[in-house]
């Protein structure tokens, strides 16, 4: 039979692949009952976090060894979820919130002191990711759930997922079908966070030059070239006679695409460096507030070619 060294031995290895954390279960697994399980405790080798669950002494702090140990302490079918998955997925989240779990069974014994835990009617989508070794809803459930406790932070969340392209727009679309019904929390902030994402994509080529074609003919403004080729560059619109280019960005310019972003800075340097200002504005801003976008445009026309 091992020597309770070498058992000890074996937990510090199980917990060492899984964020310093060692279960109850694991430990039998390894050959510590329930005496050496609590002779650890006693002598500090372990540190109890919840009656099943506990840290290897001297183990690191982290969001993704609390969040394990949650899953673990509420049992079978748990899932890191709403703001702390969102954590988990890489969204920016404050330090002290407290752990979110999803817990799919009705049963009402695992309720791990300090943890949210969620008990949804709405079961679509729950099959867990490992994020960080972690049980994690995925990142369309994610994103409703976030909207069901923290609306104003859905924005955000959903562009970061986004630019990370672990979902696609077409992805989260189609969980917005999935789960649209009566009653159901995060549904709205979701579908409002993706229509305005929708808003600032980039009509056809076609409807950018008509709908710009119309916005100088309302307000008098001079003619331009659409797709000018500028020391180089293909621009959207240069103005007849000057030095000034107009931009229509859609929701790449906000850096969602990296290498484009970087090629978006360096083309606007070596305009600017030929003499050329650049005016930018969204296809949002153009149909929604096409007087302030004229204005803008007026303004730079009437400072830059005095």
Not at 165 to 194: C, E, F, W, Y
Request: aromatic share 6%; glycine share 8%.
């Amino acid at each position: 039979m091992p020597s309770q060294d070498v058992r000890l031995e074996r937990l510090d290895s199980f917990a060492q692949r899984h964020h310093g954390l060692v279960s109850r279960t694991a430990a039998a697994a390894n050959g510590v009952g329930r005496s050496s399980w609590y002779r650890a405790i006693e002598t500090g080798h372990l540190e109890q976090l919840y009656p099943n669950v506990a840290r290897l002494w001297g183990s690191q702090a982290t969001l993704a060894q609390r969040a394990l140990a949650a899953v673990w302490a509420a049992g079978e079918g748990a899932m890191a979820s709403h703001r702390t998955s969102a954590a988990l997925w890489g969204i920016p989240r404050a330090d002290d919130e407290a752990i979110d779990i999803l817990l799919p069974s009705r049963r009402r014994d695992s309720r791990p002191a300090g943890v949210i835990v969620h008990r949804p009617r709405d079961l679509l989508d729950l099959r867990p990711i490992m994020r960080q070794r972690v049980p994690t809803t995925n990142p369309m459930r994610m994103l409703l759930d976030l909207g069901a406790v923290d609306e104003a932070s859905v924005v955000a969340a959903m562009n970061a997922v986004l630019a990370s392209k672990v979902a696609s727009p077409a992805a989260i679309r189609g969980a917005l079908a999935r789960h649209a019904r009566k009653g159901r929390n995060g549904v709205t902030a979701l579908r409002a966070a993706l229509g305005a994402w929708l808003d600032e994509e980039l009509p056809p080529d076609s409807e950018l030059e008509a709908r710009m074609a119309a916005l100088l003919g309302d307000f008098g403004l001079p003619p331009v070239q659409f797709h000018a080729v500028v020391v180089g560059f293909e621009v959207d619109f240069l103005v007849v006679g000057t030095n000034i280019i107009l931009e229509c960005d859609g929701w790449g310019s906000h850096g969602l695409d990296r290498d484009q972003f970087e090629f978006d800075r360096i083309r606007n340097a070596d305009l600017a460096a030929a003499g050329y200002v650049i005016v930018h504005f969204t296809w949002r801003r153009l149909t929604n507030e096409p007087e302030r976008v004229a204005g803008d445009i007026r303004r730079v026309i009437e400072r830059w070619t005095r």
